[in-house]
T-cell receptor
Framework: QQPVQSPQAVILREGEDAVINCSSS?????VHWYRQKHGEAPVFLMI?????EQKGHDKISASFNEKKQQSSLYLTASQLSYSGTYFC?????????????FGSGTQLTVLP | NAGVTQTPKFRILKIGQSMTLQCAQD?????MYWYRQDPGMGLKLIYY???????DKGEVPNGYNVSRSTTEDFPLRLELAAPSQTSVYFC????????????FGSGTQLSVL
C-alpha cells in the first residue's frame, strides 16, 4: 500500500525550514528519500533503515520511527536549489529496493 | 559517463502499436527496474530484475514485458499500446552490494493517441 506524504505542497521563502512527513500502514524496514526537479529524473537523497536512526547531509536530514511507521525529512535554512518534488519510498524487508513503494510526493517551492 | 541510459527520450504511439523502450547501465549493477510516473503522481514499479535471466512483476505489469539477457540491458516492451500507458517511464539500477540508492535514467515520455 502506498505511503502517505504530507503536506502535498509547501511554499517557503529562502532561509525558512520545512518538514515533510511520510507515513505507512505497514511495518517498514527502510525509508528512501528522493528529490525530483521538473522534467528530470529522481535523485537519491538518503536511506534510513530499521533502528530509528537519523541521517543527514548538508542542511537536509531525516528521521525514521519504525514503531510509528513514519519518517520525516527536515530541510533547514532552505535554498532555492531545494525546490522540487520530494518522494519517500518505503521498503518492507531487507533487499528493499526491489520492493519500494513510493508516495505521491510533496511539491516544495522555495522563493527568493 | 557511467550511469543509466534510456532511449528514446520522447515517443508518440498510435493505439495498438508496439514499441520497445531501451535501458542500459554500465556500472555492473545486478538490480534493474522499470517505473512509470503519471502526471503529478509517484513512481509505480512495472517490472524488475535481480540479474541476467531473472525478471519479476512489480505493481503494474499488465500490458508490458521485459527481458534481461545481459547484465547491462533491460528493455521494456509495450504490446498493443493503449492511452492508459501514456506516462513517463524511468529505468533505474542499483548494486547487489548495497541494494539501495536507486540511480535513475533520464526518462522516456510516451504518449499514446
Amino acid at each position: 500500500q502506498q505511503p502517505v506524504q504530507s503536506p502535498q505542497a509547501v511554499i517557503l521563502r529562502e532561509g525558512e525550514d520545512a518538514v515533510i512527513n511520510c507515513s505507512s500502514s505497514k511495518a517498514l524496514y527502510s525509508v528512501h528519500w528522493y528529490r525530483q526537479k521538473h522534467g528530470e529524473a529522481p535523485v537519491f537523497l538518503m536511506i534510513l533503515l530499521k533502528g530509528g536512526e537519523q541521517k543527514g547531509h548538508d542542511k537536509i536530514s531525516a528521521s525514521f520511527n519504525e514503531k510509528k511507521q513514519q519518517s520525516s525529512l527536515y530541510l533547514t535554512a532552505s535554498q532555492l536549489s531545494y525546490s522540487g518534488t520530494y518522494f519517500c519510498g518505503t521498503g518492507a524487508s531487507s533487499g528493499s529496493a526491489r520492493q519500494l513503494t513510493f508516495g505521491s510526493g510533496t511539491q516544495l517551492t522555495v522563493l527568493p | 559517463n557511467a550511469g543509466v541510459t534510456q532511449t528514446p527520450k520522447f515517443r508518440i504511439l498510435k493505439i495498438g502499436q508496439s514499441m520497445t523502450l531501451q535501458c542500459a547501465q554500465d556500472m555492473n549493477h545486478n538490480y534493474m527496474y522499470w517505473y512509470r510516473q503519471d502526471p503529478g503522481m509517484g513512481l509505480k514499479l512495472i517490472y524488475y530484475s535481480v540479474g541476467a535471466g531473472i525478471t519479476d512483476k512489480g505493481e503494474v505489469p499488465n500490458g508490458y514485458n521485459v527481458s534481461r539477457s545481459t547484465t547491462e540491458d533491460f528493455p521494456l516492451r509495450l504490446e498493443l499500446a493503449a492511452p492508459s500507458q501514456t506516462s513517463v517511464y524511468f529505468c533505474a539500477s542499483t548494486s547487489a552490494a548495497t541494494n539501495e540508492k536507486l540511480l535513475f535514467g533520464s526518462g522516456t515520455q510516451l504518449s499514446v493517441l
